[in-house]
């Protein structure tokens, strides 16, 4: 069924919080349980982006109605459907990202400044669609996938807000919109500021093992770029034969290196990734 055994555990983790939220919308009517649950599920959620991602690279299951079914449940978690990522980020973005005129998550301004990190979110969530729609009209066939399973999702989220208002704006629609919002903010460091025509050199990278872990081992992102069909899994072992040709000051450090310390005797005692 899976055709990686790795994708099992986060696949559950993520069609369990699908379960959740379902669960939540049939049953909870207290407006500040409603936003303390949105509040409380951002940050998985967001985490939810990087899984989506990495399935339009790699296909998760072998049956495409699984990877149908799977697609919807990312969707109403991330604003992000079926085909989105294949057609603006795998035949769009990673071909163009060398070059800031015609990148569809370019952080580049006409005039070649760098973009602000608001800026770029707001700019890359809001041209998001039509950006896909533009490469779509190149591969007609994953374009036609695109819109039929993109006006399905929307019709479930839509269905859900009127059917059950408060439930459906919390638990599901405001989701989508922030989750659009938070892949585009997540990719602003990915690239930002790196000019070149050097795939080695045009992509920062995160080696925590916490933000690897949450996001599918998206901080080898040179790896990644350098060989986009390499399984989120392989990423690591891929990284260690390419590491001698990307330059140190392209390791940056991450928010998430904070969970590296841990308090020991009044002090805070760092953990080295592994």
Same mark, same amino acid.
């Given at each position: 069924m899976f055709r990686y055994p790795a994708d099992r555990l986060p696949v559950?983790?993520?069609l369990s919080l699908t379960l959740l939220d379902f669960i939540v919308?049939?049953?909870?009517?207290?407006?500040?349980?409603? /936003?303390?649950? @949105?509040? $409380?599920?951002?940050?998985?959620?967001?985490?939810?982006?990087?899984?989506?991602?990495?399935?339009?690279?790699?296909?998760?299951?072998?049956?495409?109605?699984?990877n149908r079914i799977l697609e919807i449940s990312y969707g109403l978690h991330t604003g992000v459907t079926t085909n989105q990522w294949l057609l603006h980020h795998v035949f769009g973005h990673h071909h163009h990202y060398l070059d800031q005129t015609i990148d569809e998550s370019r952080w580049q301004r006409a005039d070649g400044s760098k973009m602000s990190e608001l800026e770029y979110t707001i700019v890359v969530a809001a041209t998001?669609?039509?950006r896909a729609w533009e490469v779509g009209k190149k591969h007609p066939r994953h374009l036609r996938t695109h819109l039929i399973y993109t006006a399905?999702?929307?019709?479930?989220?839509?269905?859900?807000?009127?059917?059950?208002?408060?439930?459906? /704006?919390?638990? @599901?629609? $405001?989701?989508?919109?922030?989750?659009l919002l938070i892949t585009a903010w997540a990719t602003y460091d990915h690239h930002a500021g790196l000019s070149t025509d050097?795939?080695?050199s045009a992509s920062y990278n995160t080696m925590n093992s916490a933000y690897n872990a949450m996001t599918g081992n998206l901080g080898y992102?040179?790896?990644?770029?350098?060989?986009?069909?390499?399984?989120?899994?392989?990423?690591?072992?891929?990284?260690?034969?390419?590491?001698?040709?990307?330059?140190?000051?392209?390791?940056?450090?991450?928010?998430?290196?904070a969970l590296n310390y841990v308090p020991v005797l009044g002090k805070f005692i760092r953990i080295e990734p592994t």
């Open positions: 559950s983790l993520i919308y049939f049953t909870v009517d207290s407006i500040w349980l409603l /936003l303390s649950y @949105f509040v $409380l599920t951002i940050v998985p959620k967001g985490c939810i982006c990087a899984w989506n991602h990495h399935h339009q690279h790699t296909k998760t299951f072998n049956w495409t109605p699984l998001a669609y039509p399905l999702t929307l019709a479930i989220a839509i269905l859900l807000v009127i059917a059950n208002p408060m439930q459906g /704006l919390m638990v @599901f629609a $405001l989701p989508m919109l922030s989750g050097d795939d080695f992102h040179t790896a990644h770029h350098h060989k986009q069909g390499v399984h989120w899994s392989e990423l690591p072992a891929l990284h260690e034969k390419i590491k001698h040709r990307i330059p140190a000051e392209l390791y940056r450090a991450s928010m998430w290196d």
